[in-house]
């Protein structure tokens, strides 16, 4: 059963939502935050990157820098810039990119269910990527940047949502980079109850994107529970901690884009070598003209020397396993691994990662620039996603690429 409860959102007000709204803390290094943020004053990226309000000499981990986030977020509640809803409710957050719309059910998911399993994963987190974010929840008091949560296809929700996006929206604004995104207020208490109990019926729900900012949530509330050992035992089972923020999304209604490869060198290869050995694993076409953007499960494009190859995968060589069994997966242990020397891409620093979302040109930019070789991948699918899930394994790192990309600062949950 997933317990996926309506809260008490801290939210833009409506004339602010465009010049809030945010993309995730994670996308922007140092430098180009504090661009951002000199450049909108009121992007929600000054409170989920305060460091962006101190010289560029600062610790970006210092305590001051994160209680200025506390301070500065508490002082735009108190500007007006934010509203509170005190009543406990869900969202709706509907985004738009080109042709293709989402729309998700904004809410707070339980942390015993991301503990228990009900929640399921598919990657693994670092400690250290956790740090930062587990110091921000705790400092602020309150999450701001929601967790993308899948659910598998439910009728009676998909009705409900269509019902609650008959009123008008909130929120209806078109972000710089071209994604519209909307937002409703279920208004409804008979809606409300039975959002709540579809959520119950389901047996998972699946993380899609956010695995770091999901166990920082988590850690902030276990933290929480540690300091409050004499509480009455089922007194903390309602407090606002123990929930955390996300948006759940039809995964029928979410789009994977792939995550491409570049690597720094040829690990002593002449690229002679390098398709000889290639062909061993695929049918390989080319040179080519045109670059490679595979259309099919176990197609790749290889770019080595200016030319682009056609890469598909021989019957036999793909794996009857739900990890090693995908295309990032096959690439990484039979060709990256033992040919190109990469032996573990999480650690490894010849080897880099594009998002989808770059094109396949970026790939030929990186080989222009600083890269000897690139891959362009078909894409991971949302089923094969669940089936790790579901198995209770993990993804190699880099598989999936989702857009458009929710953004920070448009719900906000307090603990």
């Not at 305060?50 to 600062?58: I, L, M, Q, R, S």
């Not at 309150?142 to 008959?166: D, H, M, N, W």
Request: proline content about 6%.
């Amino acid at each position: 059963m997933a317990v996926v409860r309506p809260f008490s959102c801290v939210r833009p007000a409506a004339e602010h939502a465009a010049e809030i709204a945010a993309l995730p803390y994670d996308v922007y290094n140092r430098e180009e935050a504090k661009r951002e943020v000199k450049s909108h004053p009121l992007s929600f990226l000054a409170i989920d990157r305060p460091e962006t309000g101190f010289p560029d000499t600062a610790d970006m981990y210092a305590p001051e820098v994160y209680a200025h986030a506390k301070d500065l977020f508490e002082q735009w509640v108190k500007d007006g810039n934010y509203v509170e809803d005190l009543n406990e409710t869900y969202y709706l957050y509907e985004l738009t990119m080109n042709d293709h719309s989402q729309t998700g059910i904004v809410a707070c998911s339980s942390v015993d269910d991301y503990v228990n399993g009900v929640i399921k994963k598919h990657e693994n987190t670092r400690e250290e990527k956790e740090l930062d974010r587990i110091r921000h929840i705790d400092v602020m008091d309150a999450q701001s940047g929601p967790i993308f949560l899948a659910y598998r296809p439910v009728k009676r929700l998909k009705e409900l949502v269509a019902l609650a996006k008959e009123e008008n929206p909130l929120y209806n604004f078109i972000s710089e980079d071209g994604i519209r995104h909307r937002v409703w207020k279920i208004g409804s208490g008979d809606m409300i109850k039975e959002i709540r109990e579809e959520f119950e019926k389901l047996p998972a729900t699946y993380i899609a994107d956010g695995h770091h900012r999901a166990a920082s949530a988590v850690k902030v509330a276990l933290k929480r529970r540690a300091e409050h050992p004499d509480a009455p035992k089922d007194a903390p089972k309602d407090a606002p901690f123990n929930y955390f923020l996300s948006v759940l999304f039809s995964e029928d209604e979410l789009t994977i884009l792939p995550y491409n490869r570049v690597v720094w060198d040829l690990n002593g290869h002449s690229e002679e070598e390098l398709l000889k050995e290639a062909s061993k694993l695929f049918e390989v076409s080319g040179p080519l003209k045109e670059a490679v953007e595979p259309k099919e499960r176990g197609e790749v494009g290889m770019y080595l020397g200016g030319t682009w190859y056609d890469l598909k995968l021989k019957a036999g060589v793909r794996p009857d396993d739900p990890v090693k069994g995908l295309d990032v997966s096959v690439l990484q242990e039979k060709f990256l691994a033992p040919v190109l020397g990469i032996g573990d891409p999480r650690t490894d620093k010849r080897i880099d990662f594009v998002g989808g979302i770059r094109g396949v040109k970026e790939l030929e930019r990186r080989c222009e620039a600083d890269m000897k070789i690139a891959f362009s991948m078909y894409p991971t699918s949302m089923e094969e996603l669940l089936s790790v899930a579901d198995a209770g394994l993990l993804m190699p790192p880099k598989s999936t690429w989702f857009e458009p990309k929710l953004r920070s600062g448009i719900f906000i949950h307090r603990l």
